[in-house]
C-alpha cells in the first residue's frame, strides 16, 4: 500500500550469469518496501522465495553484503538451484546450499562453524560498536551492531540482519544483535522487531514463531507509518534511533498485547 511517502529504488545490477542464471544486487530496504509479503527478504532469494517478485532464472543478492560475502550467497544459490533441477525437493536443495556455503566460509574466513553451539565468551571481534540502550523497569536490553559476516560463519549460515538471547542461545540474554552493515534508515525498524519479538517471548512466554509473526506486522506498520495512534508517536514521521527508547514506554507494549496477542487468546 502506498501512503505517499517516498520508497526507495530497487538499484537492480548485474554481477554475473551463470548457465541459465542470472544473479544481481539489490536493495533489500525497496524489496521489503514492497509489500507485506516481501518484508521477510534477507541475504538472498531465488524465483521460488518470491515468485511473485523475482523472475524465473534470476537470484537477488542484499547490495550490503555483495562486497564482502556475494561469494558464498552464490555459491549457495547455484547448489540450491542445481539441486532443484535434478528433481530434490525444496528442503533438501535448501540443505545442499548451506553445506556448501559453510565450506567455503571455513576455507576462506578461516571461522570453525560451531552450528550453534555458544562460545563461553563472544568473541570481541563479533562486536563492531554499540547502537543503542532499551530499559523498562524489569529489563536492560542492549542493542549491539556485529560483523554478520561472522555470525553467519561461527553461529548460523542463513542469521540474517538480527536477533536475541531468547531466540539463538549463541546471543547473550539481555542483548539484541543487529548487522552493522544495514543502512542507518532501517536500523531502528530492524531493532523494533527485535525487541518487540523479545518481549513478547520473555513476558508473554510465546514461541519464537508467534513472536515473530507478530513483530513482522509491527514492524511493517510501523515501515509503513500506519494505524500508529495508541502504538507509538512518531514526531518525524518516520521511526529513528531517538525513538527505540520509546518502546519501553509501557503503552507501546501493552498496546501491541492488546491488539496482537489478546485476539488469539480469545480464539
Known amino acids: 500500500m502506498n501512503n505517499g511517502r517516498a520508497r526507495p529504488k530497487l ?5 554475473l550469469s551463470q548457465e541459465a542464471y542470472v544473479f544481481y544486487a539489490v536493495d533489500p530496504l525497496a ?20 515468485p511473485r517478485l523475482i523472475p524465473e532464472g534470476e537470484v537477488w543478492i542484499a547490495e550490503r553484503l555483495v562486497e564482502r560475502e556475494a561469494v558464498y550467497f552464490i555459491a549457495n544459490g547455484l547448489t540450491r538451484l542445481k539441486e532443484l533441477e535434478r528433481g530434490a ?4 536443495a535448501y540443505t ?3 553445506n556448501v556455503e559453510r565450506l567455503l566460509r571455513d576455507r576462506l574466513e578461516g571461522v570453525q562453524y560451531r552450528a550453534g553451539k555458544p562460545h563461553k565468551r563472544v568473541p570481541e571481534r563479533i562486536y563492531v560498536e554499540p547502537y543503542q540502550t532499551i530499559t523498562n523497569d524489569e529489563l536492560s536490553i542492549a542493542v549491539w551492531l556485529v560483523d554478520g559476516c561472522l555470525v553467519r560463519s561461527f553461529y548460523k549460515t542463513d542469521y540474517t540482519e538480527g536477533g536475541h538471547g531468547y531466540v539463538y542461545r549463541w546471543v547473550p540474554k539481555g ?27 520473555h513476558d508473554e512466554g510465546l514461541d519464537y514463531d508467534e513472536a515473530h509473526e ?25 521511526l529513528t534511533r531517538g525513538d527505540l527508547t520509546k518502546l519501553a514506554a ?6 501491541v498485547v492488546r491488539r496482537r496477542v489478546a485476539p488469539r487468546r480469545k480464539s
Request: hydrophobic residues 35%; glycine residues 8%; charged residues 30%.
Open 11 to 15: 538499484n537492480k545490477q548485474r554481477l
Open 31 to 50: 524489496v521489503r518496501d514492497a509489500s507485506q509479503a516481501d518484508e521477510e527478504f534477507g541475504n538472498f532469494a531465488l524465483h521460488g522465495d518470491f
Open 89 to 92: 525437493e525444496q528442503g533438501k
Open 96 to 98: 545442499a546450499g548451506e
Open 175 to 201: 542483548e539484541i544483535w543487529v548487522e552493522s552493515t544495514l543502512s542507518k534508515a532501517e536500523l531502528p525498524y530492524v531493532v523494533a522487531h527485535e525487541y518487540t519479538e523479545l518481549r513478547l517471548m
Open 214 to 238: 507478530i513483530s513482522a506486522r509491527v514492524e511493517y506498520q510501523l515501515r509503513e507509518e500506519e494505524h500508529l495512534q495508541g502504538l507509538l508517536e512518531l514526531p518525524r514521521g518516520k
Open 250 to 255: 509501557p503503552g507501546y507494549f501493552s498496546e
